[in-house]
């Protein structure tokens, strides 16, 4: 019964591939979000939704583009992988615009 | 813009010990959150602050909303070996772009 699940919880790919990854959530919010935690365990927001518009988009490469089709998903397509992408992407969401956030386990992404 | 140092960045400690950590900012937060993150999870919230002076607590879990708006603390009594994990206070950006702002995270490790 997992509230915010992301797959896959692994991606290991080579430099120049595109990808993607989904989220889901079941606890009915109306807001998600996706962040990027770095080897330093930094975490940075990079975009939300809110009922399936767009309300933050931080400084990220357009490489990245967010869909939500509907507001209990938001995917992460990721075009051109750079070595500098290799992080763990998390999947948040939240009743409101901003907090609290459930957190999904994350995707661990390798640029090889 | 706002941001959020959090110290110490690492802690080492023995099971059974009480642990400190703070969160300090050179700009005003509206309230404070504290999130734990275990390794290979998502963070996953523990306490929410919403007023200056506020004093909570999540079983051995105290948290204290600073009355300068500008700090928080957390602490944990009589630590135990599941309390390991990477602590995070966060805070929304008053100004600007609603996001959620992290600070860089305290590592707490307990020799049993």
């Known amino acids: 019964d997992t509230a915010v699940s992301q797959t896959p919880k692994y991606l290991v790919t080579q430099m120049g591939n595109d990808k993607s990854i989904k989220c889901e959530q079941n606890?009915?919010?109306?807001?998600m979000y996706w962040y990027k935690q770095d080897s330093k365990k930094f975490l940075k927001i990079m975009f939300s939704?809110?009922?399936?518009?767009?309300?933050i988009n931080e400084t990220v490469p357009n490489r990245f583009s967010p869909k939500s089709p509907d507001k209990a998903h938001l995917n992460l397509h990721i075009n051109s992988l750079e070595l500098g992408d290799s992080a763990v992407y998390f999947c948040?969401?939240?009743?409101?615009?901003?907090?609290?956030?459930?957190f999904g386990d994350g995707t661990r992404l390798s640029i090889l | 813009g706002q941001q959020l140092n959090q110290s110490p960045q690492s802690m080492f400690i023995q099971e059974g010990e009480d642990v400190s950590m703070n969160c300090t900012s050179s700009?005003?937060?509206?309230?404070w959150l504290w999130y734990k993150q275990d390794p290979g999870e998502g963070p996953v919230l523990l306490i929410a602050?919403?007023?200056?002076?506020e004093l909570t607590s999540n079983g051995r879990l105290t948290a204290q909303f600073g009355i300068t708006r500008k700090d928080s603390f957390l602490n944990i009594s009589a630590s135990i070996p599941s309390d390991v994990g990477i602590y995070f206070c966060?805070?929304?950006?008053?100004?600007?772009?609603?996001?959620?702002?992290f600070g860089q995270g305290t590592r707490l490790t307990i020799n049993p």
């Open positions: 602050l919403y007023k200056a002076g």
């Open positions: 700009s005003i937060f509206n309230t």
């Open positions: 966060a805070g929304p950006r008053i100004q600007g772009a609603q996001k959620l702002v």
């Open positions: 939704y809110n009922n399936k518009e767009l309300i």
């Open positions: 948040a969401s939240s009743p409101g615009r901003i907090e609290p956030q459930h």
């Open positions: 606890l009915g919010h109306d807001t």
